[in-house]
Nanobody, 128 residues
């Protein structure tokens, strides 16, 4: 069964760190670009980061640049989002998504319609 499952969310204090994982089952992530998105209550879904299928291109939203790192482990069929120096504004449900056409190129972060499949999300809450 073609499935993406996110994990690693939780409650963390401002300034803390979390690593989110997105593991695929039923298919290989090796040939897919991937992205992380988030949606806070009452707000639109926003792109956080993307990676090309080989990891050579990685782009970030300005709001998370220099704090978040996206990485892909094809052997584990998993994509990660390392989040450091978390801020209350990072509180949201985080989703991973597949990009079969590798739209993550240059400085471009793919729009949501460029992603094919989505996970169910994992909640991140940043609060003192």
């Amino acid at each position: 069964q073609f499935k993406l499952v996110e994990s690693g969310g939780g409650l963390v204090r401002p300034g803390g760190s979390l690593t989110l994982s997105c593991t695929a089952s039923g298919f290989s992530l090796e040939w897919y670009g991937m992205g992380w998105w988030r949606q806070a209550p009452g707000k639109e879904r926003e792109a956080v980061a993307c990676t090309s299928s080989n990891g050579a291109v990685r782009n970030y939203a300005n709001s998370v640049k220099d704090r978040f790192t996206i990485s892909k482990d094809n052997a584990r069929n998993t994509v990660y989002l390392q989040m450091n120096n978390l801020e209350p504004e990072d509180t949201a449900t985080y989703y991973c998504a597949t990009d079969p056409i590798n739209h993550c190129t240059g400085w471009h972060i793919p729009i949501d319609s460029e992603y094919e499949s989505w996970g169910q999300g994992t909640q991140v809450t940043v609060s003192a």
